[in-house]
Structures are given as structure tokens and as C-alpha cells.
């Protein structure tokens, strides 16, 4: 039986937003959906209405937390179109290798058929315009001579709605992140997942019927991919997602306060100092410590907490006879650009990894 749905809501991979210039500099002049979409590739199109997205982020949940996320990469030989009616063509740039994209789009398919209205076959794609059949190979021809290949990590899907906007723009309403968790057998039979806290040291949070929630800075894409880099060929097991939690709560707290509370903090930036790499050699866990301590604290609002959380960004573990090689690829490597980011919202995770909602900051005006 088919379920309702709506061409105001999708579900969809997001590029990170440091990669859309390229992107948003060609759909601004030849995209007729500029500015009401962001940059895009559509897995599910038309989807469910926004008031079923939270039962909907809690199915997908169970089959895509345990993906791993994967990279894209769009370079000169993705430009491609699809012909329409007549003369009119739309042109967009696929992945270079649609593998994980197509995989990903299969196992939601298989998942959710009632939600699917195309019989189109999946082509990932990202649309970058229109125009028309006469035009299209000089126009890609003039696109690609200017194209610089970018690269950038998928560690989500996106729910995202104009139902309720305003403005009838489309907006990240709901995320299910893709964390590559794979469960492990014990004689509880129960999943860990480790949680940084003070020192830094590591909490082991086990699923039960009293579930923790947990107020977390997510670092973005091209930043984690970046850190990932530098532990290859190395015994480095990672924590994912990395994430810097900064407040504790026994239960799930009340949305609109904590965004009455979160939207009056400004949007700020983390950065961490070439020194800020570090080492517990009793539990063999490498973190980094962040050199603006303040600004991350003032994100723990929660009165209760007796966790003193310090910004720490636990990586995951490290055999000690790697940690001379990692230490130095992360100086020889570090500069400004690449080792600080900027946070315009937190995430609410529970304590079994599923996540809740997020809360955006508040934007800086200049006069």
C-alpha cells in the first residue's frame, strides 16, 4: 500500500558547504530551483510530509547507522544531462564512482517502497541547470574548461522541507547519520559506544531502558576526512562520529527551551593549535585539545551536569609504537585553514548513538 507524499520534503546527500561555491556560482545563473533547493542528490523524491519525520529518521536509523560514511568526488568527466520535453535539456555532474551513492539509495528503497512515487531508475546526481539541446555541448564545454574537482565525505542523510518555510525554501528538518557501527559480540550482547569526558577518559555507554542524552559539536566532513588522512597505515581505530560533547542530560530535553537558550549563544569558530595533539598512555586514546576552551563551554547549559566537559575531541585508540609517526604528520601537516572550523549548531545524540534534533546558533550581524 502506498503512503502520502509530498514534493515539499526529500531525502537527500548534502555536500558540506565548503565545497558549494563552484556549484552555487553555476546554478545561480542556470538553475530555474536556485535559491530554493541547496546543492543536492536526491535519494527519495517526492518523500513523506515533515510530520513524519521523526517516525521515519527512527526506521532509517536501524539500517544506516551501521553504514560507513563514504567520499564523492565531482571532476571534469562528471558533467552529463538528461534530454526533457522538446528542446529543453537539464544538466547536472554525477560522482565519479556512484558505488556507495547507488548502494545507499538501493538498501532505502528496499526499506521504504511505499514512499517511492519515480519509476525512474536511480541515477545519482547533483542538477547544476537548464538549458537546451542546441547549447548544452559549448555550454559544458565552457563549465568544465573552469571546473576544479572537488572531494568531500558523506557521513549523512538529510531530511530536509519547505512545508512550513516562510519563504518556501528548503531546510535540513532531520539527519541520519551513516557512523559505520558494527556490533560487537560480548557476553552481554550489548553495543559500546565511548563517549570523551574530562581528562580526557572514556565512558562506556551501554543501551538500556534509561537513556542519556548528550549535547555534541560534530566537526564537518572535509574536517574529520582530513584527520583520517593523516592515520593511514597506522594502528589508528577511530571513534565515529568524532564529536566534542558539551552537556549531559538524563532525559531528552525540552526543544524549545534548549533553542530559546542555544539562540542567543553567537556561532563560533574551534581551533586547534599544532601542539593540541595528545596521548593517554593508560588507555591509549588520542584526542585533541582545543585552544579556545571558553567559547565551547558556554554551551554546557544544563545546571545538573557534574561532568566539567573541556572541549576534548576524543579520535579513538593508537598502538604507542605509531604515536611518534602521527604526532609528526599532524605538525608537518597543520596550518590555520585546516585545523579549526566553525560551529553553527549542535546535535542532540542519545547515549545508544541515535540522533535527536539539532540547534542552530545564533548569527553574527556586522553593521
Not at 565531482?74 to 526533457?84: G, P
Not at 537539464?90 to 519515480?118: A, C, G, M, R, W
Not at 556490533?183 to 562506556?204: A, G, H, M, R
Request: hydrophobic share 35%; with cysteine; proline share 6%.
Amino acid at each position: 500500500m502506498s503512503t502520502a507524499v509530498t514534493v515539499k520534503t526529500a531525502l537527500c546527500l548534502i555536500p558540506p558547504e565548503n565545497v558549494w561555491e563552484q556549484i552555487q556560482s553555476i546554478r545561480s545563473t542556470y538553475d530555474k530551483a536556485y535559491p530554493r533547493w541547496m546543492p543536492h542528490i536526491n535519494l527519495v523524491y517526492p518523500f513523506v510530509h515533515e510530520s513524519e519525520f521523526a517516525n521515519i529518521k527512527i526506521q532509517l536509523e536501524s539500517i544506516l547507522n551501521q553504514r560507513k560514511p563514504f567520499e564523492i568526488e565531482f571532476d571534469k568527466t562528471s558533467f552529463n544531462y538528461f534530454k526533457q520535453k522538446g528542446n529543453e535539456c537539464t544538466f547536472h555532474i554525477k560522482p565519479k564512482i556512484s558505488k556507495d551513492v547507488v548502494e545507499l539509495q538501493q538498501i532505502i528503497e528496499n526499506f521504504l517502497p511505499n514512499y517511492l512515487k519515480n519509476t525512474r531508475p536511480f541515477e545519482a546526481h547533483l542538477t547544476l541547470g537548464q538549458t537546451t539541446t542546441s547549447r548544452i555541448s559549448d555550454m559544458l564545454i565552457e563549465i568544465k574548461a573552469k571546473w576544479k574537482p572537488i572531494k568531500f565525505i558523506i557521513d549523512r542523510v538529510c531530511m530536509i522541507s519547505r512545508e512550513n518555510n516562510p519563504d518556501d525554501l528548503f531546510t535540513i528538518e532531520n539527519q541520519v547519520l551513516l557512523v559505520g557501527f558494527e556490533e560487537k559480540d560480548n557476553n552481554n550482547n550489548n553495543n559500546e559506544q565511548l563517549v570523551p569526558i574530562e581528562k580526557p577518559s572514556i565512558i562506556e555507554i551501554r543501551p538500556s531502558l534509561i537513556t542519556k542524552n548528550y549535547l555534541c559539536i560534530i566537526p564537518p566532513n572535509e574536517f574529520s576526512s582530513r584527520l583520517l588522512h593523516l592515520f593511514e597505515d597506522t594502528s589508528f581505530r577511530p571513534l565515529k562520529p568524532f564529536q566534542i560533547i558539551v552537556a549531559e542530560y538524563d532525559h531528552v530535553p525540552n526543544e524549545s527551551d534548549l533553542r530559546l537558550q542555544i539562540g542567543s549563544i553567537p556561532k563560533f569558530t574551534i581551533d586547534f593549535g599544532a601542539r593540541s595533539i595528545c596521548f593517554n598512555y593508560s588507555t591509549s586514546r588520542l584526542f585533541l585539545k582545543p585552544t579556545n576552551i571558553e567559547s565551547i563551554q558556554q554551551l554546557n547549559l544544563n545546571k545538573n551536569n557534574n561532568n566539567n566537559f573541556d572541549g576534548t575531541l576524543t579520535l579513538g585508540e593508537l598502538d604507542k609504537n605509531d604515536l611518534t609517526e602521527v604526532g609528526n604528520r599532524f605538525t608537518q601537516s597543520w596550518t590555520f585553514a585546516t585545523n579549526e572550523f566553525d560551529v553553527d549548531r549542535v546535535y542532540l545524540i542519545d547515549s545508544n548513538g541515535r540522533f535527536q534534533y539539532n540547534v542552530p546558533l545564533k548569527s553574527q550581524c556586522f553593521s
